[in-house]
């Protein structure tokens, strides 16, 4: 494996990077769908903390912390989560709730498709751990550490 990977688009380098930074710090929608599929909700930076931007989400509704952005309060920007950094939990705990569609088992993981609750109701991916999938039926919350959330401003595309 190389150290440094080009994600290239149309001819043009996307992004020049670690493998780490590229997966986990994406510098455009592209590179973050590019490298895992990645769950993106439209938003709006609500406001700022010492350490985390807060994005109200416009699906649910719900309040994301995300790392802290240098976007301005009131920027619509696409959030985009990768399937394996998104948790189920109780549905209180959650940045939004839904009902889980499908729950497929792929030897270590489970990968689950939750519908979310709200207008225009997007389908989640996630990849946890066999053993505490969840399962199709089920309610569930969905959450995300505030490093594994990316912002970009909507006007960047995809």
Known sequence: MSDRIAVMRNGLIEQFDSPRELFER??????????????????????HTDEHTLVRLDNCGGLLKARRHQLPSGA????????????????????????????????TLVRAGVRIDGKEAPLLRLEVPAGRGPVAGERVGITADADDVNLFPIEQGG
């Open 26 to 47: 994406p510098k455009t929608p592209f590179v973050a769908d590019f490298l895992g599929a990645a769950n993106f909700l439209p938003g709006r930076v609500e406001q």
């Open 76 to 107: 619509q920007v696409k959030v985009a989560v990768q399937p394996g950094r998104l948790r189920a939990c109780a549905s209180d705990d959650g940045f939004c709730t839904g009902t889980v569609e499908t729950a497929t088992y792929v030897g």
